[in-house]
């Protein structure tokens, strides 16, 4: 079945840098989106952008632009989540998602990775 | 910026019906998608473009989109339907991905 493992937990100082990694199984890596969400602790959802694991296109919120970095390797399925000079509200659990099948930029959140948990 | 608008709790008997409501600006124009978030858990996909269920979720879980709001709609509810509900879009104009405030259905 389709699954999005994700790395473990972190903890980081105000102004250092964390790399998630979501290792994906179960379907085609390359033929569909990734996506990054947040939540916060006792909060909502919040998007961070999307990346298209065939090109490596990216396209990020506007409020994590100059901080946020999604890769990919795709001999290994496995995409990247990376923010740079963290404060402490970004302490939130972390998620990957998969887009949808349709391709399309208005595709649902069809798969869940379990979350990481960051702290600052 | 998007946004969309939820009531923060809904409370419902076992047995009856919880109606969820995401409210935003010409929200009909937008194809919305509803999340299932139980305590401790990520958020699961229960209704996607609007009505349609993805496969295992339910026929209890209708989705709807009318003038000003879209609706999820949960009839015979159970004790195992609580949680928090987010609605989502993508924005197009902004190309942005748009989540409700999130709603906690609890099951009396």
């Known amino acids: 079945q389709v699954q999005l493992v994700q790395s473990g937990a972190e903890v980081k100082e105000p102004g250092a840098s964390v790399k998630i990694s979501c290792q994906t199984s179960?379907?085609?890596?390359?033929?569909?989106?990734i996506r990054w969400v947040r939540q916060a602790p006792g909060q909502g959802l919040e998007c961070l952008g999307r990346?298209?694991?065939?090109?490596?296109?990216?396209h990020y919120a506007q409020n994590f632009q100059g901080r946020v970095t999604m890769t990919r390797d795709t001999s290994i399925r496995t995409a990247y989540l990376e923010l740079t000079s963290l404060k402490a509200d970004d302490t939130a659990v972390y998620y990957c998602?998969?887009?949808?099948?349709?391709?399309?930029?208005?595709?649902?959140?069809?798969?869940w990775g379990q979350g990481t948990m960051v702290s600052v | 910026s998007y946004v969309l608008t939820q009531p923060p709790s809904v409370s419902v008997a076992p047995g009856q019906t919880a109606s969820i409501t995401c409210e935003g600006i010409?929200?009909?124009?937008?194809?919305v998608h509803w999340y299932q978030q139980r305590p401790g858990q990520a958020p699961a996909l229960v209704i996607y473009?609007?009505?349609r269920r993805p496969s295992g979720i339910p026929e209890r879980f209708s989705g709807s989109s009318s003038g000003s709001a879209a609706t999820l709609t949960i009839t015979r509810v159970e004790a195992g339907d609580e949680a928090d509900y987010y609605c989502?879009?993508?924005?197009?104009?902004?190309?942005?991905?748009?989540f409700g405030s999130g709603t906690r259905v609890t099951v009396l």
């Open positions: 989502q879009v993508w924005h197009s104009p902004d190309d942005h991905y748009v």
């Open positions: 010409n929200i009909r124009s937008e194809s």
């Open positions: 473009f609007d009505t």
């Open positions: 179960g379907y085609t890596f390359t033929e569909h989106f």
């Open positions: 990346m298209n694991p065939k090109t490596g296109v990216t």
């Open positions: 998602t998969r887009g949808g099948t349709s391709g399309s930029f208005s595709d649902a959140f069809d798969v």
